[in-house]
């Protein structure tokens, strides 16, 4: 056997551009990306420590953060406190502003002016795409026709 036939074989595949992951820590090592683990003493159960002493030998990994590194879980605990952060100072500031207009409603009247100046602005929009697809639409269908009649005049030897 070739030495390319026996790796085609040994991997089950066609071809050997195919540098697809067999497996999520294969993927990991291509990319050179080390999710945060840790290793658990050797006869650890699930969370349970079994029994002795184990003179230093290691048990499986167990993965946090979902396969994330630490950096990575940073970033994204820093951001969803970032938005949640917002919300509240936001929440805040709007409360505060309905609180202050209480006896005239004046903050709730200049949400309402602006939802609705909002809602009739989408609207609009739908409605001026739709008219412009079905200027489209015609359009195209006009250009087919004339397709047609000079897909027939060739026939008929005029052009």
Known sequence: RKPQTAIM????????????????????????????????????????MC????????????????????????????????????IFGYFGLLLKGALDTDETHTLLWVFFWIGLFFFTFVGASVVTGQV??????????????LKMQVQAAKEAGFI
Do not use: H
């Not at 230093?56 to 605990?77: A, R, Y």
């Open 132 to 145: 412009q697809r079905e200027t489209a639409e015609e359009a195209a269908a006009k250009l087919d026709e």
């Open 9 to 48: 074989a040994a991997r089950k595949s066609k071809d050997l551009r195919s540098v697809r992951p067999t497996s999520v820590a294969a993927a990991n090592k291509m990319d050179n990306y080390q999710p945060w683990e840790i290793d658990t003493p050797a006869g650890w159960v699930g969370q349970k």
């Open 51 to 86: 029994c002795g002493k184990f003179g230093g030998e290691w048990g499986p990994k167990i993965g946090i953060g979902c396969g994330n590194t630490k950096e990575d879980l940073l970033l994204i605990s820093s951001c969803l406190g970032t938005l949640w952060g917002f």
